[in-house]
C-alpha cells in the first residue's frame, strides 16, 4: 500500500492562490506517475494535473495555464501551485500515483490519499 498525504487546502477568495502539497515515499515519487484530481458531490472525479516520472507535467482543460504540478529537490513532496482560483475550483483534492498511465486528465489512480478541501468564494 503506497501511503500518500495531502495538506496545504483552505478558503481563499476568487483570484487568490494555494499551494498544495502531498507527502510521498521517495521511491514513488521517482518512479511512478503522481498527479491530482478533485472530487466535489455534484461531480465525478475530474483529473487535474500529472507529472510523469521524468518530469513532464500535463494538465485538465480546466486548470491549464492557472495550476503549476511540481516536485522538490529532495524527491519527497508533489506540489500543486493554483493561481487565480474560481469558485468552481472548489473540491475535494487528491494526491494520486500509479504505475502505469500518466495524463493530466488521470483521475482513476491505483493510489491515492485522503484529500484536502479547497473552497473558493466568490
Known amino acids: 500500500q503506497v501511503r500518500l498525504r495531502e495538506s496545504g487546502g483552505g478558503s481563499v477568495q476568487a483570484g487568490g492562490s494555494l499551494r498544495l502539497s502531498c507527502a510521498a515515499p521517495?521511491?514513488?515519487?521517482?518512479?511512478?506517475?503522481m498527479g491530482w484530481f478533485r472530487r466535489t458531490p455534484q461531480k465525478e472525479r475530474e483529473g487535474v494535473a500529472a507529472?510523469?516520472?521524468?518530469?513532464?507535467?500535463s494538465y485538465g482543460d480546466a486548470v491549464k495555464g492557472r495550476f503549476t504540478i511540481s516536485k522538490d529537490n529532495a524527491g519527497t513532496t508533489l506540489f500543486l501551485q493554483m493561481d487565480s482560483l474560481k469558485p468552481e475550483d472548489t473540491a475535494k483534492y487528491y494526491c494520486?500515483?500509479?504505475?502505469?498511465?500518466?495524463?493530466?486528465?488521470?483521475?482513476?489512480?491505483?493510489?491515492w490519499g485522503r484529500g484536502t478541501q479547497v473552497t473558493v468564494s466568490s
Open positions: 521517495k521511491d514513488v515519487l521517482r518512479d511512478y506517475c
Open positions: 507529472l510523469t516520472s521524468d518530469g513532464r507535467a
Open positions: 494520486g500515483a500509479d504505475e502505469t498511465y500518466c495524463s493530466g486528465g488521470l483521475s482513476d489512480y491505483q493510489h
